[in-house]
């Protein structure tokens, strides 16, 4: 007779270190994507969050005509504006002079302000809690603290923390200031037929962050929910059980009056004979 092989145990123990891997990774991810982003994203340079572009077809120079461009490049803190018609280049921040006649006419330089501003801000603080939730992940589970509830919250917690943050910083550059950069695009100066722009690198680092956070939220989550339903249920069972322990004291209680009251007859009818 041939016994088969248990094999649960170990596609148990494989589920968990499927598990572990994956958080630590997803953690890990979260902290490469949005780490470039902010510190690169405040400058114009490399990274940006954000291209324009205008054309001018019919540019005239010298008696002559020739298709140029104006390029600008948006950061968090300040943008760069080259101008190929004319040689001329600028690089400054939002709310310096030199943005007010880049963009003349245009709510551009305070809308994008304050939003490098909140992005900055918020970003540093989610980028903190992702240190901070990759720490506790890492600690959860290669260090022994998968059982504790404060591990466990904090590794939430600080995923929460971080989604959030990185949630905010892609939808604040988007609404308003992207919006505002192509409105002012599309009223382009006279001369100039063809506007366009993109959303730039470091934007889209802080959008797939947030994506990657929301898996890892749930799977932090569930450990933290699941702790806490059990203990619900452990309550009811205890109180279950004291409940049945009174019922029990009760029905003895009324077999021990039924035993006294049966011995007390007998007692008066031996009493009488």
Not at 117 to 131: D, P
Not at 159 to 177: G, N, Q
Not at 235 to 241: I, L, M, P, W
Request: with cysteine; glycine share 10%.
């Amino acid at each position: 007779m041939m016994l088969e092989k248990d094999n649960s145990s170990s596609c148990d123990g494989c589920r968990k270190w499927t598990y572990r891997c994956t958080s630590v990774a997803l953690g890990a991810v979260i902290i490469g994507l949005s780490l470039p982003a902010l510190s690169a994203g405040s400058s114009p340079e490399g990274l940006n969050f954000g291209k324009g572009m205008l054309q001018n077809g019919a540019f005239s120079t010298g008696g002559s005509t020739k298709d140029c461009t104006v390029d600008y490049n948006f950061g968090l803190v300040n943008f760069k504006a080259t101008n190929f018609c004319t040689g001329k280049e600028v690089d400054a921040t939002y709310y310096s002079d030199d943005c007010s006649s880049v963009f003349p006419g245009s709510d551009l330089c305070k809308t994008c302000e304050h939003a490098g501003n909140a992005v900055v801000t918020l970003g540093t603080f989610g980028l903190i809690a992702s240190f901070l939730a990759f720490g506790a992940i890492v600690a959860k589970y290669f260090f022994g603290k998968e059982e504790e509830k404060t591990w466990k919250l904090t590794a939430f917690i600080s995923v929460a923390v971080c989604s959030i943050f990185t949630l905010i910083c892609w939808t604040v550059w988007l609404d308003p200031c992207s919006y505002e950069i192509v409105d002012f695009l599309n009223a382009a100066p006279e001369g100039f037929d063809k506007a366009d722009f993109n959303l730039g690198d470091a934007w889209g680092l802080y959008f797939f962050a947030w994506i990657f956070s929301l898996p890892l939220l749930v799977m932090e989550g569930v450990p933290v929910f699941l702790s806490s339903s059990s203990k619900t249920l452990g309550g009811g069972v205890e109180e279950v059980k004291v409940s049945d322990s009174s019922d029990q004291h009760l029905v003895n209680g009324h077999q021990r009056d039924e035993v006294f009251s049966v011995s007390e007859s007998k007692d008066a009818d031996s009493y009488q004979a």
